[in-house]
């Protein structure tokens, strides 16, 4: 199985005009194609002035497939009337996520731990990968009162791997309280 190319595309002028376009290009022409939006997904930006065109709102950086990414390209260089312009388009090697999690609970650790260790999304690999299991048996029922915990556990590593499995395991991830992620991280091929 072939192993399907994303690209990060850059679109200047009104993000919302961007995002309105692509949205609108994708349900008339490709249905449930995978379109991710790098502000709404936490992609680490490369540059302090990515970040100010991000927040006030001149471009729209918009992670999509290949094929995808080029036929909006297209769509946009035909179009006279909007104001916006695909301005890169960049092939993506691969995606990257930091995590980290301390947990006071053994529920709680082997439902992460499953999460993290077991179920990885097809093409995403762990990497980095270590645990810390404290028990202390002499703290047991303290813990309501105070900082002291009878069942700690502390993880941290790094997932990385294809744009739609790293994107998938930030939104699980993100989703518990006792984790914490770092942006995602792309790598672009040369």
Request: charged share 30%; aromatic share 8%.
């Amino acid at each position: 199985m072939t192993r399907e190319t994303f690209v990060e595309l850059e679109i200047t002028g009104p993000a919302d005009q961007a995002a309105g376009f692509v949205e609108g290009f994708r349900v008339a022409h490709h249905g449930n194609v995978g379109v991710w939006y790098a502000g709404q997904e936490n992609v680490e930006l490369e540059s302090l002035m990515d970040g100010i065109k991000s927040k006030l709102d001149l471009e729209q950086r918009i992670i999509l497939p290949k094929q995808f990414g080029e036929r909006i390209q297209r769509a946009l260089e035909d179009s006279k009337r909007l104001k916006i312009r695909v301005t890169s388009i960049r092939e993506i090697e691969r995606a990257e996520l930091e995590f980290r999690y301390e947990v006071f609970s053994r529920e709680e650790a082997a439902s992460i731990r499953s999460m993290i260790e077991e179920n990885l999304p097809e093409n995403v690999e762990l990497e980095d990968y270590t645990t810390h299991e404290t028990v202390d048996e002499d703290a047991k029922g303290v813990e309501l009162y105070g900082p002291v915990h009878d069942y700690i556990l502390k993880g941290s590593g790094r997932l990385n791997g294809d744009v739609p499995g790293i994107i998938e395991m930030a939104h699980r991830l993100t989703g518990h309280d006792f984790i914490k992620t770092g942006k995602i991280v792309l790598h672009y091929r040369s």
